[in-house]
């Protein structure tokens, strides 16, 4: 029997697994930071219909060494950062993601990662608020309140500290990523110009709602989120586009400690300079990013 798209699938056995936002225009292209930054987190508890919102958001801290752990409540670096959301997969929690997430902040970026209540550590099970948008939306939730600290006179820490110039990301492994796709099509959100779905499966057709660049990341042995699913949603998204198929692996290897990591991690922090940064330097090198390791790249860049 051929899959379908949306297909219900099983993830019974997966481990862990307003502020005004412009147009992008070359004139607004700038370089991203070239240099590591210590982190910092800070959390937040927020609500949307019921459904409680604890909220880490990871940031580039003033002090502290690169590399080492998140301190709490650190004060945040000089400058301006683009914000990524970040969704953890079944069973996970944004510290499990953290081989993800802390070199996103770590690279320049503030990135709000909500606890979702039904699908955490402790909750697995609940795959219906994936497609029921419950997750997608929950995330347009996390962003409206994340964006707002960062609003001049807000009175927060990270008030000035946030560039939504050329829109903001979102990304996420497994049921993270088919909520980040969610975001792109069946629960929409504008706001959004850069995504990388990991290991998701088509959540719907895109109706132009949203204009961003997304990248595909999938192992295409993955017997959970099934591959030929994740194609049908790279297919009928438009350019800027992209795809990173490791093969012979499966749903998660490349997203922690496997041979092929350091491209993961390599292409998604270019990617995510590209599109929030303007970054054109970090376009021309995700090809290099994607080499080896029996990696496949496609990409329609235009």
């Not at 051929?2 to 307003?18: E, K, N, Q």
């Not at 964006?147 to 049921?175: I, Q």
């Not at 980040?180 to 706001?191: C, F």
């Not at 132009?208 to 699913?229: M, S």
Request: some cysteine.
């Amino acid at each position: 029997m051929s899959l379908t798209r949306r297909s219900v699938f099983s993830l019974a056995a997966a481990a862990g697994a307003a502020a005004v936002i412009g147009t992008a225009t070359p004139a607004l292209a700038r370089t991203a930071p070239t240099w590591t930054y210590p982190l910092g987190v800070r959390q937040f508890t927020w609500n949307r219909a019921g459904r409680t919102l604890v909220t880490r958001i990871f940031y580039p801290a003033a002090s502290g060494n690169p590399g080492d752990w998140p301190t709490t409540d650190a004060p945040i670096a000089d400058g301006q950062f683009p914000v990524v959301e970040w969704s953890h997969g079944l069973g996970g929690s944004p510290e499990s993601y953290g081989a993800q997430i802390q070199p996103l902040a770590a690279a320049g970026f503030i990135v709000p990662a909500p606890v979702f209540p039904t699908t955490t550590t402790g909750a697995e099970g609940n795959v219906g608020d994936v497609y029921n948008g419950n997750q997608s939306m929950d995330v347009s939730e996390v962003l409206t309140q994340t964006l707002a600290l960062g609003e001049w006179g807000s009175g927060d820490a990270f008030a000035g500290h946030m560039d939504t110039t050329l829109g903001v990301g979102a990304a996420g492994h497994s049921l993270g990523g088919m909520t980040t796709h969610g975001l792109l099509t069946a629960w929409p959100d504008s706001r959004i110009t850069a995504a990388i779905p990991y290991s998701c499966i088509d959540m719907g057709n895109p109706t132009g709602a949203v204009n961003a660049k997304v990248l595909f990341v999938h192992g295409d042995q993955d017997t959970l989120t099934h591959y030929d699913l994740a194609r049908q949603a790279y297919w009928e998204l438009p350019a800027p586009k992209a795809f990173m198929t490791h093969t012979g692996q499966g749903h998660h290897e490349f997203i922690w400690n496997g041979t092929t990591y350091p491209q993961t991690i390599a292409t998604s922090l270019d990617w995510m300079r590209w599109s929030l940064y303007g970054d054109t330097a970090a376009r021309d090198r995700l090809a290099s990013d994607a080499s080896g390791g029996g990696i496949v790249w496609e990409a329609d860049l235009d």
